[in-house]
């Protein structure tokens, strides 16, 4: 591992003084209302005609759902980077910094599952989880995936989830316990994108141009992954909608990939400092709708 010792002790400090526990800062018993899941302007149909069909109750009812699946995501891709990470510490000394950060990293991952997963279970009546050819493609990534691909990969899902869970953190229409798990999450992860903003930097200080290219597209590739797999089609079926009007009009609205684009603005530009916003990437950038 690079020198990233300075990075590493500041994180631990700060994790030792700002590291939340979900399980005694969330009152799980609590009714959790009929508040929305996530911003409504967040919601995949939001801005297209069939949103204008929606009561208010079925609006919420969506978002909910649609909480649950962005959720089960994060749960899917914390798995595959906690095990990228284990892979990457395996052989460095457990007295450094880098190797007891890399732990602590852990340790968050390991609780923002356990409460994503039972805030879901309060919020809707039903399990999401990534489709089959992703869960497999994402079995491959977390097997051949080392340094700045792996760690750009893990700050692309940080980021894209990040700037929607500050907005839903502040929205008082959303439910009190979605606001409580995305503040904590917010104030974990801003410690992981710190780390895997410099632990990319420093892979690729050496990398060659071949390296760079490929690392960029099989970034932008796993983005796509993640992004395509947030809002499951059984979220449409669950809220009680037509799922096949539902799934187009969702895959064409504009709305929704503006908010994604100006989410990303600042990822865009890291990748871009850096040198994995190749033309390859960035037509995959644009196909998600991430650029």
Known sequence: MHDTDETARR??????????????????DAPVGDGYGLSPEW???????????????QRRELTRHEAASVASTGIWFELILQQLILRDVYD??????????ALTEIAD????????????GRLVDARYRPGLLARELGRGF????????AYAAILVAEEVLDVMQRDWMRDRRVAPLVRTVNHIHVVEESRHMVFAREETRARLVDAGRTHRWTSALVIALAADMIVGSMVSPEVY????????KA???????????SLLRSSCANLMDFLGEVGLLTPAARRVYRRTGLL
């Open 11 to 28: 994180l631990l400090a700060s994790a030792a003084q700002l590291s939340r526990d979900p399980e005694t800062e969330i009152d799980w």
């Open 43 to 57: 919601s995949t149909l939001y801005g297209t005609p069939y949103w204008g069909e929606l009561s208010e109750s």
């Open 92 to 101: 460095v000394s457990p007295a450094t910094p880098e190797f007891q950060w």
């Open 109 to 120: 991952e390991c609780r923002h599952s356990i409460m994503f997963a039972k805030a879901s």
């Open 142 to 149: 977390k097997t051949i995936a080392t340094g700045a691909t």
């Open 237 to 244: 079926r669950n809220a009680g909608l037509d799922v096949g």
């Open 247 to 257: 799934v187009r009009l969702a895959r064409g609205n504009e709305h929704h990939r």
